[in-house]
């Protein structure tokens, strides 16, 4: 190591310093690297084979990648998705099957970003993971089921990480403040309790983010006594509030949580899911097209108001635009929530949409064909007499087969008890 290389790690971001060099100290994960666990037995013998790592952003996905650099007797190649090619997978290969063939030497190669990756960048890789070539680690922050190439994850094992709990973070800003080779130990730094909860509270999970926090506070805050005393005022200031991560996955999975949540009557959760999106910059009008939509798939006719709430809530939108209308949705979604719940509407929906696809459809009956043009009486087609006008009947209805003759007596909606459906019943029953 030269002179020039310890200044640039010693000059290193303090989250980069304190990367944990060992599986004993890193944070998180019990489910995949605890004791006695899979992964972990499978880097402890060197045994790994190809897999993904995917999970949020700072709950060690690349931390766990350096470790596996440190104790394999492997070579282990990084890769960015965003910055590599084809001319650059080929040239490391090349690279590994020399080391394979001169030295009998495995490679790992790590793909940061990996969901970034276009097909024909991942076709170039396939042969080398298949004849065991390289082991290949991705590492993505987004589902790879949804985001990558399914020939790619067809050959990995995924493990998805979890975001850190606040008293993992909080462990590793202490362990930080204490260290005096790689963290703030010969700094004397102190931070207060209080302190200490809020910055691994805004951190959620992310430890590369709390460690910025109490490295910027220390660096500008003056030495009382020989001590740099970390206040919540000082933590409040050095950490911005929470930023929202929204990547397509994650969004996804709080529209699911809205959807559901007013599916499930539960206004405060469904609030909740709502500002949540609008905070990551959701789109408001597909929440208003989702409320509309659950306003009939899960309501329908046991509240109609709860509809007509729903489509004011986009007119709303349409016309005062936001922040205002944030009010108008929130009544909507309310009205949703509250209302007795009823799928009938989207259970006959679905029925009579399966029925028609089906096909072999038989002739209207006469009785309901069109008679509204000249000539139809030399067609044969004279329903006049055939069709009953059912406004001219007692209470506006008569009995006469509207169903086509192959359908006579099915049914496709069934009217629950909730609400104002209750009351309704098919005429003639």
């Given at each position: 190591m030269?002179?020039f290389?310890q200044?640039?790690?010693?000059?290193?971001?303090?989250?980069?310093?304190?990367?944990?060099?060992?599986l004993?100290e890193f944070y998180g994960?019990?489910?995949?690297v605890g004791?006695g666990?899979?992964?972990?037995?499978?880097?402890e013998?060197d045994?790994?084979?190809?897999?993904?790592?995917?999970?949020?952003p700072?709950?060690?996905?690349?931390?766990?990648a350096?470790?596996i650099?440190?104790?394999?007797?492997?070579?282990?190649?990084?890769?960015?998705?965003?910055t590599s090619?084809?001319?650059d997978v080929?040239?490391?290969l090349?690279?590994?099957?020399d080391?394979r063939d001169?030295?009998?030497?495995s490679?790992?190669?790590?793909?940061?970003?990996?969901?970034?990756?276009?097909?024909a960048q991942s076709?170039?890789?396939?042969?080398?993971?298949?004849?065991?070539?390289?082991?290949?680690?991705?590492?993505?922050t987004?589902?790879?089921?949804?985001?990558?190439?399914?020939?790619?994850?067809?050959r990995?094992?995924?493990?998805?990480?979890e975001?850190?709990?606040q008293?993992?973070?909080?462990?590793?800003?202490?362990?930080?403040v204490?260290?005096?080779?790689?963290?703030?130990?010969?700094?004397?730094?102190?931070i207060?309790?209080?302190?200490?909860?809020?910055?691994a509270?805004?951190?959620?999970g992310?430890?590369?983010?709390?460690l910025?926090?109490?490295?910027?506070?220390?660096?500008t805050?003056p030495?009382?006594?020989?001590?740099?005393?970390?206040t919540?005022p000082?933590?409040?200031?050095?950490?911005?509030?929470p930023?929202l991560?929204?990547?397509d996955t994650?969004?996804?999975?709080?529209l699911?949580?809205?959807?559901?949540?007013?599916?499930?009557?539960?206004?405060?959760?469904?609030?909740?899911?709502f500002?949540?999106?609008l905070?990551?910059?959701?789109d408001?009008?597909?929440?208003?097209?989702?409320?509309?939509?659950?306003?009939s798939e899960?309501?329908?006719?046991?509240?109609p108001?709860a509809?007509?709430q729903?489509?004011?809530?986009?007119?709303?939108?349409e016309?005062?635009?936001m922040?205002?209308?944030?009010?108008?949705l929130?009544?909507?979604?309310l009205?949703?929530c509250?209302?007795?719940?009823?799928?009938?509407?989207?259970?006959?929906?679905?029925?009579?949409?399966?029925?028609a696809?089906?096909?072999?459809?038989?002739?209207?009956?006469?009785?309901?064909?069109d008679?509204h043009?000249?000539?139809?009486?030399?067609?044969g087609?004279?329903?006049?007499?055939?069709?009953?006008?059912?406004?001219?009947?007692?209470?506006?209805?008569?009995?006469?087969?509207?169903?086509?003759d192959?359908?006579?007596?099915?049914?496709y909606?069934?009217?629950?008890d909730?609400?104002?459906?209750?009351k309704?019943?098919?005429?003639?029953?």
């Amino acid at each position: 190591m030269t002179l020039f290389s310890q200044n640039e790690k010693a000059n290193a971001p303090l989250a980069d310093r304190m990367r944990p060099r060992t599986l004993d100290e890193f944070y998180g994960q019990e489910h995949i690297v605890g004791k006695g666990k899979l992964l972990r037995r499978a880097i402890e013998a060197d045994r790994l084979t190809s897999c993904i790592f995917y999970g949020p952003p700072g709950c060690g996905k690349t931390t766990l990648a350096g470790i596996i650099a440190h104790q394999t007797h492997s070579a282990f190649i990084k890769m960015n998705a965003v910055t590599s090619g084809v001319s650059d997978v080929r040239e490391q290969l090349k690279q590994a099957a020399d080391r394979r063939d001169l030295y009998g030497q495995s490679t790992y190669l790590l793909l940061d970003e990996c969901h970034r990756w276009s097909k024909a960048q991942s076709d170039s890789i396939l042969p080398a993971m298949e004849e065991g070539l390289i082991r290949f680690i991705g590492s993505t922050t987004e589902n790879p089921m949804i985001a990558m190439t399914p020939a790619i994850v067809s050959r990995c094992r995924i493990f998805a990480f979890e975001p850190l709990t606040q008293a993992h973070v909080e462990s590793a800003v202490m362990r930080a403040v204490r260290d005096e080779e790689r963290g703030l130990g010969k700094m004397h730094v102190e931070i207060d309790e209080d302190a200490l909860r809020h910055i691994a509270r805004i951190a959620n999970g992310d430890v590369r983010t709390a460690l910025n926090a109490v490295e910027l506070a220390a660096l500008t805050t003056p030495t009382v006594g020989g001590v740099i005393r970390i206040t919540l005022p000082i933590a409040e200031e050095s950490i911005q509030k929470p930023i929202l991560r929204c990547d397509d996955t994650q969004f996804y999975d709080m529209l699911s949580a809205f959807c559901k949540s007013m599916r499930g009557s539960d206004s405060d959760a469904a609030l909740l899911w709502f500002s949540r999106l609008l905070y990551a910059g959701a789109d408001p009008r597909i929440l208003a097209r989702r409320i509309i939509a659950h306003a009939s798939e899960d309501v329908g006719l046991a509240n109609p108001i709860a509809m007509l709430q729903a489509v004011a809530a986009m007119q709303a939108l349409e016309s005062v635009g936001m922040p205002e209308a944030r009010l108008s949705l929130t009544q909507a979604i309310l009205a949703v929530c509250n209302s007795p719940k009823s799928n009938s509407v989207a259970a006959a929906m679905e029925a009579a949409r399966q029925d028609a696809e089906q096909g072999g459809f038989g002739p209207v009956p006469p009785h309901l064909r069109d008679s509204h043009y000249k000539g139809n009486e030399r067609l044969g087609v004279t329903t006049e007499t055939a069709y009953k006008y059912p406004h001219d009947y007692p209470g506006h209805w008569v009995p006469q087969q509207y169903m086509p003759d192959d359908h006579v007596g099915v049914r496709y909606y069934f009217p629950s008890d909730q609400g104002h459906e209750a009351k309704l019943k098919p005429r003639g029953e």
